[in-house]
């Protein structure tokens, strides 16, 4: 066998490199200190003497390998004072270990100077880490204490990497509060300077949340707040109530005594009450006592005895339209759905002149008509939910026909007879009935009580009213329909039927045997290109018959039910026949058709219906006026009886700028509401062009109901 020693069989003995000392060629070590006499080549692997300038077996150059571990040493040598001089104490040992480590004599040098540079450095890093610790503790001592400039004294010169993570939030939060409070002191200083009291105002407040204790900034504030009062106050003479407002915001929270608040509190009541009547379209009672509340709270401004007269004037006005319930006032009532919006008052197309009562609570009739005129069969939807058999052709088979609409709504009832003789030129309501449930039938407190709620109110109506042998129909709540809206191809009436199935079927995921239908399709146009719009609206065949045993229960048979967005669509279909007819659009070559929006604004919900002469569509949202009335009763601490009153009377309100604004903030969410479904709308028939918008429900009667929720922003 060779010898794996390539100096065996070249030389007796071998020297070694550390010490001189002969050794036998076959030796792994130097028998005289102990040090390696071969290693491997880096190339082959294969064993070289440490005297060796290349390797016999590959031709490898080993001096130059040496010469490369020589300049690799070096270089850990000259990172780990780099990483040092920047206190990164860890990874420059770590460096200098792996230098200190080597036995190999070749490299004596660079291992005494690593051990050396190790010394030095753990004698810097403790020093520098006691240091830090003393500082770290002056500085928490200083936080606790609230004193941020100490905080940042103490950890300044401590370097970056001996902090831990709590240091260094200690230190930026401190640093920003120090930054922060000197910026504000030179900002203070030269608004005061200037003599900006309001702004010194601010700034003196953010300045005390920084520095609550601080002496010269609480006596600077007294200063400060008793000269902006005296402004606000000189403001408030010359009745600008929106500089009084800016200048009283601007005294800092700690000079807010007893008198300030009083003032404040009067300026901001006068504030609102000014603001409430530049925007207002209509001149109605509700803001004819806010202008009253307004001279009262400002007996001296002639701007407040303006608008009383002004006013007085203008509700003594008929609108021109007898369907506008109130005079217009100053602002357009231009809406963001298109055309002008409007609460609704008395029909055009229905005779009203024997029942006054139409015109004293508007909005009020619009679904209790839509059934009456049903149960005449003067609609376009003309089936019902849960009627008769055969109720349709006797209706239509009558000479002579009267029929009762009753909207038994959350909150009361509104009932309409309506009579259409073949004299009449137009149906002609006979006789109304309305009645105010002591509480709306969802109130809290009111759980499970519906029915007898609603058994005692029909037999309380029943006592008053004759029906007669007239038609009765009575509403359906939406919330317990489904409705889909489509197009059919244009086919002819007699596959409507089945094609109406088939679309049930698909579109509703409830078997028909358990569901009553009401549909209705658009007669077959002249332009067969757009097919025919089709309605159908789904409820639970339990459900409508639960309805039916309710108004039964209180003496009341009806003849069928119908959901109340259809009743308002068709009521839209009788009544704004002259809307069809406007041909502005048609004569500009446009595709779409006059459309009329109808708002419904109930107790506990509020509807969109959108009603062209050639389709529908309608959605239910569900929030109403209800809501409006929890808010009242919460700020105000009063019942719900007596905040539904506040609801349609702010002036009333012992703080209307803070108690009312929770409504008006409501009321800006149902508006961002309305608006998307608004969308879907139009999505779903594209030739929807909004020309008239008219709101109904009692809702809508709240004060600034139209004005935030349809009207168009400025």
Same mark, same amino acid.
């Given at each position: 066998?060779?010898?794996?020693?390539?100096?065996?069989?070249?030389?007796?003995?071998?020297?070694?490199?550390?010490?001189?000392?002969?050794?036998?060629?076959?030796?792994?070590?130097?028998?005289?200190?102990?040090?390696?006499?071969?290693?491997?080549?880096?190339?082959?692997?294969?064993?070289?003497?440490?005297?060796?300038?290349?390797?016999?077996?590959?031709?490898?150059?080993?001096?130059?390998?040496?010469?490369?571990?020589?300049?690799?040493?070096?270089?850990?040598?000259?990172?780990?004072?780099?990483?040092?001089?920047?206190?990164?104490?860890?990874?420059?040992?770590?460096?200098?270990?792996?230098?200190?480590?080597?036995?190999?004599?070749?490299?004596?040098?660079?291992?005494?100077?690593?051990?050396?540079?190790?010394?030095?450095?753990?004698?810097?890093?403790?020093?520098?880490?006691?240091?830090?610790?003393?500082?770290?503790?002056?500085?928490?001592?200083?936080?606790?204490?609230?004193?941020?400039?100490?905080?940042?004294?103490?950890?300044?010169?401590?370097?970056?990497?001996?902090?831990?993570?709590?240091?260094?939030?200690?230190?930026?939060?401190?640093?920003?509060?120090?930054?922060?409070?000197?910026?504000?002191?030179?900002?203070?200083?030269?608004?005061?300077?200037?003599?900006?009291?309001?702004?010194?105002?601010?700034?003196?407040?953010?300045?005390?949340?920084?520095?609550?204790?601080?002496?010269?900034?609480?006596?600077?504030?007294?200063?400060? %707040?008793?000269?902006?009062?005296?402004?606000?106050?000189?403001?408030?003479?010359?009745?600008?109530?929106?500089?009084?407002?800016?200048?009283?915001?601007?005294?800092?929270?700690?000079?807010?005594?007893?008198?300030?608040?009083?003032?404040?509190?009067?300026?901001?009541?006068?504030?609102?009450?000014?603001?409430?009547?530049?925007?207002?379209?209509?001149?109605?009672?509700?803001?004819?006592?806010?202008?009253?509340?307004?001279?009262?709270?400002?007996?001296?401004?002639?701007?407040?005895?303006?608008?009383?007269?002004?006013?007085?004037?203008?509700?003594?006005?008929?609108?021109?339209?007898?369907?506008?319930?109130?005079?217009?006032?100053?602002?357009?009532?231009?809406?963001?759905?298109?055309?002008?919006?409007?609460?609704?008052?008395?029909?055009?197309?229905?005779?009203?002149?024997?029942?006054?009562?139409?015109?004293?609570?508007?909005?009020?009739?619009?679904?209790?008509?839509?059934?009456?005129?049903?149960?005449?069969?003067?609609?376009?939807?003309?089936?019902?939910?849960?009627?008769?058999?055969?109720?349709?052709?006797?209706?239509?088979?009558?000479?002579?026909?009267?029929?009762?609409?009753?909207?038994?709504?959350?909150?009361?009832?509104?009932?309409?007879?309506?009579?259409?003789?073949?004299?009449?030129?137009?149906?002609?309501?006979?006789?109304?009935?309305?009645?105010?449930?002591?509480?709306?039938?969802?109130?809290?407190?009111?759980?499970?009580?519906?029915?007898?709620?609603?058994?005692?109110?029909?037999?309380?109506?029943?006592?008053?009213?004759?029906?007669?042998?007239?038609?009765?129909?009575?509403?359906?709540?939406?919330?317990?329909?489904?409705?889909?809206?489509?197009?059919?191809?244009?086919?002819?009436?007699?596959?409507?039927?089945?094609?109406?199935?088939?679309?049930?079927?698909?579109?509703?995921?409830?078997?028909?045997?358990?569901?009553?239908?009401?549909?209705?399709? %658009?007669?077959?146009?002249?332009?067969?290109?757009?097919?025919?719009?089709?309605?159908?609206?789904?409820?639970?065949?339990?459900?409508?018959?639960?309805?039916?045993?309710?108004?039964?229960?209180?003496?009341?048979?009806?003849?069928?039910?119908?959901?109340?967005?259809? %009743?308002?669509?068709?009521?839209?279909?009788?009544?704004?026949?002259?809307?069809?007819?406007?041909?502005?659009?048609?004569?500009?070559?446009?595709?779409?058709?006059?459309?009329?929006?109808?708002?419904?604004?109930?107790?506990?919900?509020?509807?969109?219906?959108?009603?062209?002469?050639?389709?529908?569509?309608?959605?239910?949202?569900?929030?109403?006026?209800?809501?409006?009335?929890?808010?009242?009763?919460?700020?105000?601490?009063?019942?719900?009886?007596?905040?539904?009153?506040?609801?349609?009377?702010?002036?009333?309100?012992?703080?209307? %700028?803070?108690?009312?604004?929770?409504?008006?903030?409501?009321?800006?969410?149902?508006?961002?509401?309305?608006?998307?479904?608004?969308?879907?709308?139009?999505?779903?028939?594209?030739?929807?062009?909004?020309?008239?918008?008219?709101?109904?429900?009692?809702?809508?009667?709240?004060?600034?109901?139209?004005?935030?929720?349809?009207?168009?922003?400025?």
């Amino acid at each position: 066998m060779s010898s794996p020693h390539p100096a065996a069989t070249t030389s007796k003995t071998i020297q070694c490199v550390a010490c001189d000392t002969a050794n036998d060629p076959h030796a792994k070590f130097c028998a005289g200190c102990g040090h390696g006499l071969y290693e491997s080549c880096g190339e082959c692997g294969n064993p070289v003497t440490l005297q060796q300038k290349f390797c016999g077996s590959c031709g490898k150059d080993l001096a130059q390998e040496l010469a490369t571990k020589r300049a690799q040493f070096d270089r850990w040598m000259a990172t780990a004072v780099q990483k040092a001089k920047v206190h990164e104490y860890d990874d420059a040992l770590a460096l200098l270990e792996r230098i200190a480590e080597t036995t190999d004599f070749r490299f004596k040098s660079q291992s005494d100077a690593a051990r050396q540079a190790i010394d030095k450095i753990q004698n810097i890093a403790h020093q520098n880490r006691s240091g830090s610790e003393g500082r770290l503790a002056s500085a928490r001592q200083a936080a606790a204490a609230g004193d941020h400039q100490g905080v940042v004294d103490a950890l300044a010169t401590v370097p970056e990497k001996m902090l831990d993570d709590d240091a260094r939030r200690m230190l930026a939060g401190s640093r920003n509060f120090v930054q922060q409070v000197a910026g504000l002191r030179a900002e203070l200083s030269q608004t005061i300077t200037e003599k900006d009291w309001a702004t010194a105002g601010h700034l003196l407040g953010q300045l005390l949340e920084l520095l609550p204790e601080d002496p010269k900034y609480l006596k600077l504030s007294q200063q400060a %707040a008793a000269k902006l009062i005296k402004s606000a106050t000189r403001k408030m003479a010359r009745h600008d109530y929106e500089g009084a407002a800016r200048q009283l915001s601007a005294v800092p929270s700690f000079c807010h005594n007893a008198d300030y608040l009083d003032l404040a509190q009067k300026v901001g009541t006068i504030r609102w009450l000014a603001d409430q009547f530049p925007d207002e379209p209509f001149a109605t009672q509700v803001l004819g006592r806010l202008a009253v509340r307004f001279s009262k709270e400002a007996p001296h401004d002639g701007g407040a005895a303006k608008i009383i007269s002004d006013l007085s004037a203008k509700v003594k006005q008929r609108p021109a339209d007898p369907r506008i319930a109130s005079p217009p006032f100053r602002a357009r009532s231009k809406s963001w759905i298109g055309g002008d919006v409007a609460l609704f008052s008395r029909p055009a197309s229905i005779d009203t002149s024997e029942t006054p009562a139409i015109a004293t609570r508007p909005g009020r009739w619009g679904v209790a008509m839509g059934l009456a005129l049903q149960g005449l069969g003067r609609t376009r939807v003309k089936e019902l939910f849960g009627s008769r058999k055969g109720l349709l052709s006797s209706l239509a088979g009558r000479n002579k026909t009267k029929a009762w609409g009753i909207d038994v709504g959350t909150s009361g009832i509104h009932a309409v007879l309506m009579r259409q003789d073949k004299s009449d030129e137009r149906p002609v309501v006979l006789e109304t009935y309305t009645s105010t449930f002591d509480s709306p039938v969802n109130r809290v407190g009111n759980d499970g009580q519906e029915a007898l709620l609603i058994k005692s109110a029909i037999e309380s109506m029943l006592a008053q009213i004759e029906i007669g042998d007239a038609a009765v129909i009575s509403n359906f709540c939406s919330s317990s329909v489904v409705s889909r809206f489509l197009r059919l191809p244009p086919v002819k009436d007699k596959q409507v039927g089945k094609l109406v199935e088939t679309e049930a079927q698909r579109q509703i995921p409830i078997p028909l045997s358990e569901l009553h239908l009401v549909t209705w399709t %658009a007669p077959l146009g002249e332009d067969q290109s757009k097919g025919r719009p089709t309605l159908i609206a789904a409820a639970k065949k339990t459900l409508v018959q639960s309805r039916i045993d309710v108004l039964q229960s209180g003496g009341l048979s009806v003849d069928g039910l119908q959901n109340e967005s259809i %009743a308002l669509v068709n009521f839209a279909w009788h009544e704004f026949t002259d809307v069809w007819q406007q041909d502005e659009i048609k004569k500009a070559g446009s595709p779409k058709l006059p459309t009329v929006a109808l708002i419904d604004a109930g107790a506990t919900s509020t509807r969109l219906a959108l009603v062209s002469d050639e389709s529908c569509w309608y959605w239910t949202i569900d929030s109403g006026s209800e809501e409006l009335t929890s808010v009242v009763a919460r700020i105000t601490r009063k019942t719900k009886e007596e905040a539904e009153k506040l609801k349609f009377n702010p002036a009333a309100l012992d703080r209307p %700028a803070d108690m009312y604004e929770p409504v008006e903030d409501k009321l800006t969410i149902l508006r961002g509401r309305m608006e998307k479904i608004a969308q879907e709308g139009s999505a779903q028939d594209g030739r929807f062009h909004v020309v008239a918008v008219w709101c109904f429900g009692g809702g809508s009667l709240a004060h600034a109901w139209i004005r935030r929720v349809m009207l168009e922003k400025k």
